[in-house]
């Protein structure tokens, strides 16, 4: 009876800690569209990306904007273009960006032309972040 009750105690505690939405660890892949519109939790003092594809030659680029930068805050961003050197063919912009304090922050990223001011963006791209 009593190695019947270690083994199931042992068992429970393992399946526990396998499936466990809290792990600890750091999220390591960058963001991307797919992970849009979901709460994303993510420790204090660390650093992440998210990277969107994008195209500059046809004038189009992303705006960010981060609606409580006293828990995130953009540290860089960059465009890296294909790989193929093909002309006209876009790539991926990557922000480089940290987590400061606790609380909340949504991150908006909209598509659209610098200089067209009354036209909306032709793409929206929200991040929800919860920092602990």
Excluded at 19 to 44: C, H, M, W, Y
Excluded at 78 to 99: H, N, P, Q, Y
Excluded at 115 to 121: A, L, Q
Aim: net charge positive; hydrophobic share 40%.
């Amino acid at each position: 009876m009593k190695i019947t009750l270690i083994i199931l105690s042992a068992f429970f505690l393992i399946s526990c800690s396998m499936f466990s939405k809290d792990t600890g660890e750091v999220i390591s892949k960058p963001l991307t569209a797919v992970d849009s519109n979901r709460k994303v939790v993510l420790p204090q003092g660390h650093s992440f990306r998210i990277v969107l594809p994008s195209n500059p030659t046809t004038g189009y680029t992303w705006k960010a904007v981060v609606d409580n930068p006293k828990v995130v805050t953009v540290v860089s961003s960059k465009f890296d273009a294909d790989s193929s050197g093909r002309i006209g063919v876009g790539g991926e912009t990557t922000w480089v960006l940290m987590t400061r304090n606790k609380g909340d922050a949504t991150l908006s990223f909209s598509y659209q032309r610098s200089w067209e001011d009354d036209i909306p963006p032709t793409r929206v791209v929200e991040f929800l972040l919860s920092v602990r």
